[in-house]
């Protein structure tokens, strides 16, 4: 992965989900790890929304909440040490079908020894789940990279599963930071339509 790409397509990430966050909305981050989505979320719903934020690492837990702490928006967050594919039994059944964001940034805690990242499998389970807890008009951004080993089968797996979904309900658009290529990281975006 390069750090470059990848920043770059964190920015476009963000551009394409400010325009539905406001004062109260809820969101939802499916992979914390060091928490600058938690964090960029949790500005934009203040002071009366809420994201809920998941990581199957207490490195990543500990470090969100640090930057939270310091931002003064702990109250705006609850922090989920659990697998995204369960995210819907920690949503209050209030909030299902209301989240006008979820954010998945696939892969690795940057920083460690890369050995825990995202499979698949319970990939795949999240972001069924996670389509279902999104609000009409609402966005589910993914950033895949296929650069590193695992990767490279768990962005096809997500690839085929976008192509799969109804058109007429979902648009989906894919987003490079530069050329194309087969190892290039992506930013995968959904919008659920009316
Ligand atoms: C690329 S990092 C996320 C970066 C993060 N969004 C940020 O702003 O710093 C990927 C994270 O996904 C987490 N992860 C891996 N498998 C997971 C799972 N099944 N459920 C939730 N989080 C998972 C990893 O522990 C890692 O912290």
Redesign the pocket.
């Known amino acids: 992965m390069q750090p470059n790409q990848s920043n770059s397509l ?1 920015s476009q990430a963000h551009q394409q989900v400010k325009a539905r966050l406001q004062n109260g909305a809820i969101a939802i ?10 964090l960029f979320l949790a500005r934009h719903v203040a002071p009366n929304g809420m994201v809920y934020g ?4 207490e490195a ?1 837990i500990v470090a969100t909440r640090a930057k939270l702490r310091y931002a003064q928006l702990l109250e705006q967050v609850r922090l989920v040490l ?4 369960h995210l819907a039994e920690h949503i209050p059944a209030q909030h299902h079908g209301q989240i006008a964001v979820i ?1 998945f ?6 920083g460690t020894d890369k050995q ?4 698949s499998e ?2 795949l389970v ?1 972001l069924n789940v996670a389509l279902d807890l999104l609000a009409p008009d609402g966005i589910l951004t993914i ?1 895949a990279y296929p650069g590193h080993v695992g990767g490279d089968s768990e962005t096809a797996a997500v690839e085929h599963w976008l192509s799969c979904l109804d058109q007429t309900h979902f648009l989906c658009t894919t987003h490079y930071s530069n050329q194309p290529s087969e190892t290039a990281p992506r930013l995968l975006v959904i919008e659920k339509l009316h």
């Open positions: 964190l981050d499916a992979t914390l790890g060091n928490g600058h989505d938690t998941f990581d199957i690492q990543a659990n697998c995204h594919a954010m940034n696939l892969g690795y805690l940057p825990v990242i995202t499979h319970s990939t999240a950033l």
